[in-house]
């Protein structure tokens, strides 16, 4: 067996096996805690989120701000390659889909606890500015400062080594090279590269480095104006071909749900269909929204404001704007075009076959261009937002003192946006999926541990 199969077997470990139990199980078990709340509070969230949080409070950015960089982190290249691998015929099939819609609605829970324990147990520190996230609630409301530790460690890795910039880089690359002539090579490290590989990872690297170099509240000021603007766009081209294939959207859900539970084994048998489209939909749905990851908090640790219970619903529609919206519309478009059946396409080609498809009556090479600008609006904002995580880790692990070492993860972290291009799509995603799965593990070790503090505190809010 060779390094990388050993990987690939983690990886099937890993998520086959407790995080399958563990992640739906924390959304159980706080959905159930806190009475519905992602059903009860919605429409609440979504006012909070449109008039603001009222006056000015502590904190580095706005609670908007704090959730557009959250946003800006898992708006990535999970909605569009993540989605078309989930649903590939090889993989789950359209059943996946389904298992991310659930895992989205229990996620809905977990993101509203992550955001309220991350305010609730967040510091001050003695420049002024607050800090919160998994790593204050693992050591202010747990008591395991070792457990904040380890999830910083992972933290860091998953930023520098994984979704933030190999998955991301390698979701551009892949779009550019089928939008754009790749005929001419460069040497590069060695090996021959297509110019238009080289180029992303020159162009996307110094742009990164322009927003990264300026702090916190440059990429936070940078995500709150993309973002909008990107899912805005995104969602117009795919629900401009939902709604002119809309006759063919009835057949499209009950596949789905046919796929979801066996009974249309889309590879192979249906109890081993079932369990694929289980273990795709739920690993590529928490790989977009980031429910339990423990990723948002950080940001949300960073609002301007006093009131956990606020932060906590802002947040939680980051998850229904992601999953429920986003990557819903991704999978339908894959769907009703019949894209997610062909066998030679995979991550971004399939996604670019429905665009294709669906908007046929545009001028030739419009819905590539649309469908390219989106992805790379999204991997870069992306990037934007991990690197902040990751330099939040380091910040807790050297507690302030060794400024210089938040430098030298920012620097790390950029040569890796400029090297990325270059590493292999399978050795991207299993490595991905490996880091994510190492830093939800203490996160849910938290949740589960704090579920009934923050039921209780949520329940006093909510009578006040």
């Given at each position: 067996m060779g390094f990388w199969d050993g990987l690939a077997l983690l990886r099937d470990l890993l998520w086959r096996g407790p995080l399958l139990v563990l992640l739906p199980a924390a959304g159980i078990l706080l959905t159930g805690r806190l009475r519905l709340l992602q059903l009860r509070r919605?429409?609440?969230?979504?006012?909070?989120?449109?008039?603001?949080?009222?006056?000015?409070?502590?904190?580095?950015?706005?609670?908007?701000?704090?959730?557009?960089?959250?946003?800006?982190?898992?708006?990535?290249?999970?909605?569009?390659?993540?989605?078309?691998?989930?649903?590939?015929?090889?993989?789950?099939?359209?059943?996946?889909?389904?298992?991310?819609?659930?895992?989205?609605?229990?996620?809905?829970?977990?993101?509203?606890?992550?955001?309220?324990?991350?305010?609730?147990?967040?510091?001050?520190?003695?420049?002024?500015?607050?800090?919160?996230?998994?790593?204050?609630?693992?050591?202010?409301?747990?008591?395991?400062?070792?457990l904040g530790r380890t999830f910083a460690v992972c933290t860091a890795l998953a930023g520098v080594l994984g979704i933030g910039t190999m998955t991301q880089m390698n979701g551009i690359v892949q779009a550019a090279e089928i939008f754009l002539d790749t005929a001419k090579t460069v040497t590069v490290f060695g090996g021959e590269y297509s110019w238009v590989r080289v180029m992303c990872g020159l162009l996307v690297g110094c742009g990164a480095a322009l927003v990264i170099w300026g702090g916190a509240q440059r990429i936070a000021h940078a995500a709150e104006r993309i973002v909008p603007l990107m899912a805005g766009l995104y969602i117009g081209a795919t629900g401009l071909i939902l709604v002119t294939h809309a006759a063919e959207l009835p057949a499209a859900v009950r596949l789905i749900f046919e796929s979801a539970f066996g009974l249309r084994a889309a590879a192979g048998g249906g109890a081993a269909a079932m369990l694929l489209a289980m273990q795709h939909g739920v690993s590529r749905g928490v790989f977009s929204n980031e429910a339990g990851l423990g990723s948002s908090p950080i940001a949300a640790g960073s609002a301007s404001t006093d009131d956990p219970y606020r932060q906590g619903l802002i947040m939680m529609t980051g998850t229904f704007i992601d999953t429920l919206v986003l990557c819903t519309m991704t999978g339908l478009v894959l769907i009703v075009m019949g894209s997610w059946r062909n066998t030679a396409l995979e991550g971004v080609a399939m996604t670019l076959d429905a665009f294709g498809r669906g908007l046929w009556f545009l001028p030739p090479g419009v819905s590539d261009g649309i469908l390219a600008v989106s992805l790379a609006a999204f991997a870069f904002t992306t990037i934007l937002g991990w690197c902040f995580y990751g330099e939040r880790s380091i910040e807790y692990l050297v507690r302030g003192k060794h400024l210089w070492a938040v430098k030298a993860y920012r620097a790390a972290y950029l040569a890796t946006v400029f090297v990325a291009p270059y590493v292999g799509t399978a050795e991207v995603w299993v490595t991905a999926d490996i880091l994510n799965a190492l830093m939800a593990l203490p996160n849910l070790a938290a949740l589960f541990g704090l579920a009934g503090l923050a039921a209780r505190e949520t329940a006093r809010r909510e009578r006040r």
């Open positions: 919605l429409p609440t969230a979504f006012r909070l989120l449109l008039r603001g949080s009222g006056q000015a409070q502590r904190g580095e950015v706005s609670p908007f701000a704090a959730l557009c960089t959250a946003l800006s982190a898992t708006i990535g290249t999970g909605n569009i390659v993540g989605v078309a691998t989930a649903v590939s015929i090889l993989s789950g099939g359209p059943g996946a889909l389904f298992w991310m819609w659930l895992s989205a609605f229990l996620g809905m829970a977990v993101k509203y606890t992550e955001g309220f324990l991350a305010v609730r147990f967040r510091v001050r520190l003695p420049d002024g500015e607050m800090r919160g996230g998994p790593f204050y609630y693992m050591e202010r409301g747990l008591g395991k400062r070792w």
